[in-house]
């Protein structure tokens, strides 16, 4: 092993402009949340391979000796590529006992896990690890939570395997990785994601992985180089919805009202190419009201446009209505039909605003966090930089 310890995070995602538009060819912005994924890895003598995520209620244990068994004849210490290792799946959907593909959060954490892990130490001693995992991140709502596990596990194990360095220096409290070391982490987590997902699009990985904001249309994936810190209310209407049905639902309309809908997603291609001009203005000159001004027109027509695609709901409506009593501006992020939206908060917005604002969503019983987008992808730290909560919860396994 090449390290005895590691301590990484990730963020989660949301998308600011662009969901539904992106699959029909349009172009769509991803942002980086604020709110991370912790993992601390820690190498034992136990000869055991354990794994903690008590945010899902989930502990996994298991022994060397039968991981071992689980490793193909053939595996060598296998590069990263874009097709998982069939056999080494089979074998892994039977040891944790995923029949006929029906696997949950929990079989697919562990399977992403025990993926990674034997892909990177199978030619090898499989060593001894303790993982814990402790996420700000809500389960299940678009957030790009699963991305943001699969990222820290590949880059913690990454480092432990000597794959790539561990950036963290004496006395630094973060490190990140450099381009070439972050590029192998993101393709181990599509890989991971390929695990829980089936066929993902590798925005989430890549979100997680360079942090920021990224551009993606036609499947291409371009990390922008500067992007403004933004403030927002994240807010989860707690409404279930299914991103399959949705994005079907919009399909339908499509091809119902060609020349109805079409323009619609012109006008949310547009709406993305000007919000990318407006942020990369905020950094290269000073950031003015009329800046804040743009970004919230465009979030409320982007709203309305994906009302008209079908994809609101009542929640979403109470949401915008809520916020907009208090002057702010809001829309949804992601599939829609329920699920998350996201409130843009001006630098001026007071804090007395902003937790009237807070305590207002709670009362319609969706949950609400204060965050920001924007902020870095994948980073080691040392403890002394993790918040005294999340740390403590770490340290208790």
Same mark, same amino acid.
């Given at each position: 092993m090449h390290i005895t310890e590691c301590l990484v995070s990730a963020p989660g995602?949301?998308?600011?402009?662009?969901?539904? !538009?992106?699959?029909?060819?349009?172009? !769509?912005?991803?942002?980086?949340?604020?709110?991370? =994924?912790?993992?601390?890895?820690?190498?034992t003598d136990t000869s055991k391979v354990c794994v903690?995520? $008590?945010?899902?209620?989930? @502990? @996994?244990?298991? *022994?060397? *000796?039968?991981?071992?068994?689980? %490793? $193909?004849? &053939?595996?060598?210490?296998?590069?990263?590529?874009?097709?998982? *290792?069939?056999?080494?799946?089979?074998?892994?959907?039977?040891?944790? +006992?995923v029949l006929n593909g029906n696997s949950d959060i929990h079989s697919n954490?562990?399977?992403? @896990?025990?993926? %990674?892990?034997? &892909?990177?130490?199978g030619s090898g001693d499989l060593p001894?690890? =303790?993982?814990?995992?402790?996420?700000?991140?809500? !389960?299940?709502?678009?957030?790009?939570s699963s991305a943001a596990y699969s990222v820290c596990v590949a880059a913690a194990l990454l480092c432990a395997s000597g794959a790539i360095p561990a950036p963290l220096k004496d006395l630094d409290p973060t490190?990140?990785?450099?381009?070439?070391?972050?590029?192998?982490?993101? &393709?181990?987590?599509?890989?991971?994601?390929? #695990? #829980?997902?089936? +066929?993902?699009?590798?925005?989430?990985? !890549?979100?997680?992985?360079?942090?920021?904001?990224?551009? @993606?249309?036609?499947?291409?994936? %371009?990390?922008? /180089?500067?992007?403004?810190?933004?403030? #927002?209310?994240?807010?989860? =209407?707690?409404?279930?919805? /299914?991103?399959?049905?949705?994005?079907a639902g919009v399909k339908d309309k499509i091809n119902k009202f060609p020349s109805v809908i079409s323009p619609v997603l012109d006008s949310v291609d547009a709406i993305s190419c =000007?919000?990318?001009?407006?942020?990369?203005?905020?950094?290269?000159? $000073?950031?003015?009201?009329?800046?804040?001004?743009?970004?919230?027109?465009? %979030?409320? #027509?982007?709203?309305?446009?994906?009302?008209?695609?079908?994809?609101g709901h009542?929640?979403?409506d109470t949401l915008c209505r809520v916020t907009l009593a208090r002057g702010l501006h809001s829309k949804l992020t992601g599939a829609g039909g329920g699920g998350c939206g996201i409130t843009l908060l001006r630098p001026e917005t007071d804090c007395g605003v902003v937790q009237a604002t807070t305590q207002d969503l709670k009362d319609c019983g969706f949950d609400c966090w204060e965050t920001s987008i924007g902020g870095p992808g994948v980073q080691q730290h040392s403890p002394l930089s993790v918040k005294e909560d999340v740390l403590e919860v770490l340290k208790s396994y």
């Amino acid at each position: 092993m090449h390290i005895t310890e590691c301590l990484v995070s990730a963020p989660g995602k949301a998308i600011l402009h662009g969901e539904h !538009a992106v699959v029909h060819g349009k172009v !769509a912005l991803a942002v980086s949340l604020n709110l991370r =994924t912790y993992l601390q890895l820690k190498v034992t003598d136990t000869s055991k391979v354990c794994v903690n995520l $008590p945010n899902i209620d989930a @502990f @996994f244990c298991w *022994d060397l *000796d039968d991981l071992r068994q689980l %490793i $193909p004849a &053939s595996n060598g210490k296998r590069e990263e590529g874009k097709r998982l *290792d069939a056999e080494l799946v089979r074998r892994l959907c039977e040891f944790v +006992n995923v029949l006929n593909g029906n696997s949950d959060i929990h079989s697919n954490a562990a399977l992403a @896990f025990l993926y %990674i892990y034997l &892909s990177l130490f199978g030619s090898g001693d499989l060593p001894s690890v =303790t993982v814990s995992v402790w996420s700000e991140l809500p !389960a299940g709502a678009g957030l790009g939570s699963s991305a943001a596990y699969s990222v820290c596990v590949a880059a913690a194990l990454l480092c432990a395997s000597g794959a790539i360095p561990a950036p963290l220096k004496d006395l630094d409290p973060t490190a990140r990785w450099c381009q070439e070391d972050l590029e192998l982490i993101n &393709s181990w987590a599509f890989q991971g994601e390929m #695990i #829980i997902h089936g +066929n993902p699009s590798g925005v989430d990985n !890549a979100v997680g992985t360079w942090g920021g904001m990224l551009r @993606f249309l036609a499947g291409k994936i %371009i990390p922008l /180089s500067r992007v403004p810190l933004l403030r #927002i209310l994240l807010t989860n =209407t707690n409404v279930p919805r /299914s991103t399959k049905v949705l994005v079907a639902g919009v399909k339908d309309k499509i091809n119902k009202f060609p020349s109805v809908i079409s323009p619609v997603l012109d006008s949310v291609d547009a709406i993305s190419c =000007t919000c990318e001009k407006v942020l990369s203005e905020m950094t290269c000159e $000073p950031i003015t009201g009329e800046h804040y001004n743009v970004l919230e027109e465009l %979030i409320d #027509i982007n709203q309305h446009h994906l009302n008209v695609m079908g994809v609101g709901h009542p929640a979403l409506d109470t949401l915008c209505r809520v916020t907009l009593a208090r002057g702010l501006h809001s829309k949804l992020t992601g599939a829609g039909g329920g699920g998350c939206g996201i409130t843009l908060l001006r630098p001026e917005t007071d804090c007395g605003v902003v937790q009237a604002t807070t305590q207002d969503l709670k009362d319609c019983g969706f949950d609400c966090w204060e965050t920001s987008i924007g902020g870095p992808g994948v980073q080691q730290h040392s403890p002394l930089s993790v918040k005294e909560d999340v740390l403590e919860v770490l340290k208790s396994y």
